[in-house]
């Protein structure tokens, strides 16, 4: 069962160094990371994807406090996950397809961002269903490059 | 008050209340020796390898409950550090390593003995630190031996750039630290507290599995009132011995793979076993799902990280020992209603005592049950690892918590003497004694040189089997006697070795000289004695739980 979770850190060197470490030894999987800051200059937030049952979750979210500057860590669940990642995409094109591949990044409220002679690169913000999606789509045309950002989330609703 | 850095960390340790430090000085640290060479309050003990400081400082930090200190340079001298380090961090015990680094202008250039020791040591440090300017010195030692002696405890490294060393700062120690992330919690939830206690009121079988969170805790004195008022057997883990009296009759023994029988029987027929400040060890349960199958399973830890992580816990109970079981203490009722459970106990502790065939030369248990009545159970005893740390863990009896000093984690060959040598520093007045095996002793033989030079009365007990006796052992009972790289007969004669260190030797190889030899060693108080008992060669531990069995699957003899 796959994981949304949260980490609340001291934005310090090298404690991503200390949490991926802390996954790997563990022998927790990490399906994405994605790290950045937050509204309060000292503290970073890490959103992890890991899967495993709950004692799995139980045992990271543990083992994560016990290091010295993980200040918080939680789960969200699904329902209650608002989540994003953004995706790259450059796409071969012709002449001839182009009007195809705009059409299909109009309908998922994608972007294109730069058009060159053989290619256009697409920006895709959405959850995973729908990147997967339009990643499924465009493939025919010939996926060039794609990068992701890994998942970010926050809660719904006012966090008490 | 301006310092440099080098002299704001001795005024740290000062702050600290450290008075002892073992090390070994190189070039990114000497800056910090050269603020040494004035100072007065401080003793530093030169070892002749960093592993044996690190040990050392360990053995220390056992014996006297303080923070041991070790120091090295940067690069090999970081890294020789690096096994005491993980000793100490699967024992959960208190150290504060300090490293000397390059130049923070050469840091990740790949300088001359650079090594990225902070980035080695994160998965056995509880927290570790390097430092990048010298006014950031007195926060972090405040934070470091805070973190090192608080919660559960565990090994810090500090390492300090050799120009961090050099700089100045204007020197003021924190009076309070301020780590919003790091609050242990020392008060179990009272109503875990009751419901325990109510736990311990219906049962007809309890047990009490006590381990090295109790020596940990100082929660030696509450155990034991615990264990009486409610009338509960006491069974403890290698690192618990001497957390209960074990002349006690509630006491029986250490459990586990070399476990004594009526513990590891008490354990798979118990109905209450109440751990407290233990972790469900893989030497301790056997095979896990049959570990005390009809027990309902109470966890008292100060980790919570440990609760529920081998086992399913039905009561967990977070919070220092010590705290806990006060509580406890109040909480619980007497109790006297079950005793065919103490019968019962009585008679397995009739029917398979533990015991050894004292025939055919001198038997390894014998010399240790010898070492126990020459020192009337009052020594400080380290240990190798191996055979010799079973027979020293089963055949003294330890009454008394920080007596018995021994790698149980890690399992750390080399470890027994260097931690001996801490031992006596911090306890000059105890007898202190390492039982060794021939394989092992040679492992930090060079520190004699330290026990020497500081005239140190360390004895060491080598139980000489010529084997590397434990993985023989398991050769015979495993893997059908193919005794593979396992003879030590092309070991040097360690008696002429102890005298060329400038210690006193005795070779015995009668069993009638034994107790001699011991006696003579005690008589010896100005340098180290090494006792070269040549013992039965293929004397096997028993009992014997193989690896992958229940814990009453045991091999007897």
Sequence with gaps: MKHTISIIVENKPGVLARVAGLFARRGFNIESLAVGTTEVESVSRMTVVASGDDSVLEQITKQLYKLIDVIKVFDIPGEQAIERELALIKVACTKENRPEIMQIVDIFRGRIIDVSEGAVTIEMTGDEAKVEGIEKLLKKFGIKELVRTGKIALQRGVNE | ?557
């Design chain 2, 1 to 557: 008050m301006e310092l440099t850095g080098a002299q704001a960390v001795l005024e740290c340790l000062k702050k600290e209340g450290v008075h002892t430090i073992f090390g070994y000085p190189g070039g990114a640290i000497l800056p910090f020796y050269d603020a040494l060479y004035h100072e007065k309050e401080i003793k530093h003990i030169l070892v002749r390898h960093e592993q044996g400081a690190a040990h050392a400082a360990d053995g220390f930090a056992r014996a006297t409950g303080q923070v041991g200190v070790c120091v090295a340079t940067s690069g090999p001298g970081a890294t020789n550090l690096v096994t005491g380090i993980a000793t100490a961090y699967m024992d959960s015990i208190p150290i504060v390593a300090i490293t000397g680094q390059a130049a923070t202008a050469f840091l990740g250039r790949d300088s001359f003995q650079e090594a990225d020791i902070t980035g080695i040591t994160i998965p056995i440090t509880k927290h570790n630190y390097l430092i990048k300017k010298a006014e950031d010195l007195p926060r972090i030692f405040k934070e470091a031996f805070h973190i090192a002696r608080t919660g559960r405890p565990g090994p810090v490294l500090i390492d300090i750039p050799k120009d961090v060393q050099i700089n100045k700062l204007n020197f003021k120690y924190p009076e309070k630290v301020n780590i919003p992330s790091y609050k242990p919690n020392y008060e179990g939830h009272p109503k875990q507290i009751s419901a325990a206690a109510k736990a311990i009121q219906s049962s007809k079988r309890p047990l009490i599995y006590a381990g090295g969170g109790v020596i940990a805790s100082g929660a030696s004195k509450e155990l034991t009132e615990f264990a009486i008022k409610c009338n509960i057997p006491v069974t403890t883990t290698l690192l618990g011995k001497g957390c209960f009296p074990e002349t006690h009759e509630l006491s029986l023994g250490m459990l586990g793979m070399h476990g004594t029988v009526y513990a590891n029987y008490s354990i798979q027929e118990c109905d209450l076993l109440i751990a407290i400040g233990a972790r469900f060890d893989d030497r301790v349960t056997g095979h896990i799902e049959k570990f005390a199958p009809k027990a309902k399973h109470i966890h008292i830890d100060i980790d919570p990280a440990e609760i529920g992580k081998n086992v399913k816990i039905d009561i967990p109970i977070v919070g220092d020992v010590k705290t806990v079981l006060c509580q406890l203490i109040e909480k619980a009722a007497t109790k006297d209603d079950h005793r065919p459970w103490l019968e019962q106990i009585v008679e397995w502790k009739k029917k398979y005592p533990l015991s050894y065939k004292n025939d055919n030369g001198i038997k390894p248990e014998f010399v240790v049950e010898q070492i126990y009545e020459a020192t009337k159970g009052e020594a400080i005893i380290t240990t190798e690892v191996g055979q010799n740390q079973m027979w020293a863990a089963m055949f003294y009896k330890y009454t008394k918590p920080r007596t018995f000093i021994s790698s149980g984690g890690l399992g750390t060959m080399g470890y027994g003497f260097p931690a001996a040598i801490g031992a006596q520093v911090g306890c000059p007045d105890k007898i202190v004694f390492d039982i060794a095996g021939d394989g092992s002793i040679l492992m930090n033989i060079q520190e004699m040189v330290t026990a020497v030079a500081n005239k140190l009365p360390v004895k060491i007990a080598v139980l000489n089997n010529s084997y590397l006796g434990m993985v023989r052992q398991w050769q015979e009972l495993i893997y059908g006697k193919r005794y593979s790289q396992v003879s030590l007969e092309t070991n040097p004669d360690l008696v002429k070795v102890a005298e060329a260190f400038g210690a006193a030797g005795i070779t015995v190889t009668k069993p009638e000289e034994v107790r001699a030899a011991i006696e003579q060693s005690l008589t010896i108080k100005d340098r180290p004695t090494l006792i070269d008992f040549r013992v039965a060669k293929e004397e096997n531990v028993y009992p014997f739980v193989p690896p992958g069995q229940a814990l009453n699957e045991m091999l007897i003899d």
